[in-house]
């Protein structure tokens, strides 16, 4: 059974730095691409970011993009977010994704998700 | 990037009717090598994560039912549930991963009327 969990959210100031973790379980973390997807408080989804299997090819999106970086570490099946100079706009629950096998991009199991508040 | 734009923002069907969403994408998500679309359909329940219901534009995911069902081709593209459930009560989007950045459309909150 496929399971994400993201932990590392929770209060910083601008400017300042947190670093999100996800733990898979369920499936061969190493074998597929993983990505992260944020929601703003009564907002919608947008893509954050993705991590090829092989972490040879990493993506961001354009408002993150020079801030957060993504890595993933497979001996310990965890996929991480460092997010570097916050700023309030940052602020969302996000989430990890795995990447769907059948239909690469789409995103086939999400973890609950962690909220991220950016606040002084 | 290619921006997706849902219609309407907002549905109210009474249970046992067809609701339709619409998804429109700025560029063709049609990958000719293939002839796949590029578009899945997502159902989001409050305090829950999104759920993946429909890949390729119209393959539904496992343990979807089948009233939910996926349409349309290069820009326009569709979702309709045919018999609104109770349970059906949800925000659904649309997200293209034809190319990077992927984007969503900006939700359509289905309710009951």
């Given at each position: 059974q496929v399971h994400l969990v993201e932990s590392g959210g929770g209060v910083v100031q601008p400017g300042r730095s947190l670093r999100l973790s996800?733990?898979?379980?369920?499936?061969?973390?190493?074998?597929?691409?993983?990505?992260?997807?944020?929601?703003?408080?009564?907002?919608?989804?947008?893509?954050?970011?993705?991590?090829?299997?092989?972490?040879?090819?990493?993506y961001l999106g354009d408002s993150v993009k020079g801030r957060f970086t993504n890595s993933r570490d497979d001996s310990k099946n965890t996929l991480y977010l460092q997010m570097n100079s916050l700023r309030p706009e940052d602020t969302a629950v996000y989430y990890c994704a795995r990447d769907n096998p059948d239909s690469p991009g789409s995103l086939d199991y999400w973890g609950q998700g962690t909220l991220v508040t950016v606040a002084s | 990037?290619?921006?997706?734009?849902?219609?309407?923002?907002?549905?109210?069907?009474?249970?046992?009717?067809?609701?339709?969403?619409?998804?429109?994408?700025?560029?063709?998500?049609?990958?000719?090598?293939?002839?796949?679309?590029?578009?899945?359909?997502?159902?989001?329940?409050?305090?829950?994560?999104?759920?993946?219901?429909?890949?390729?534009?119209?393959?539904?995911?496992?343990?979807?039912p089948n009233r939910f069902s996926g349409s349309g081709s290069g820009t326009d593209f569709t979702l309709t549930i045919s018999s609104l459930q109770a349970e059906d009560v949800a925000v659904y989007y649309c997200q293209q991963h034809y190319s990077i950045p992927y984007t969503f459309g900006q939700g359509t909150k289905l309710e009951i009327k």
């Open positions: 996800c733990a898979a379980s369920g499936f061969t973390f190493s074998s597929y691409p993983m990505h992260w997807v944020r929601q703003a408080p009564g907002k919608g989804l947008e893509w954050v970011a993705v991590i090829s299997s092989d972490e040879r090819n990493k | 990037d290619i921006v997706m734009t849902q219609s309407p923002d907002s549905l109210a069907v009474s249970l046992g009717e067809r609701a339709t969403i619409n998804c429109k994408s700025s560029q063709s998500v049609l990958y000719s090598s293939n002839n796949k679309n590029y578009l899945a359909w997502f159902q989001q329940k409050p305090g829950q994560p999104p759920k993946l219901l429909i890949y390729w534009a119209s393959t539904r995911e496992s343990g979807v």
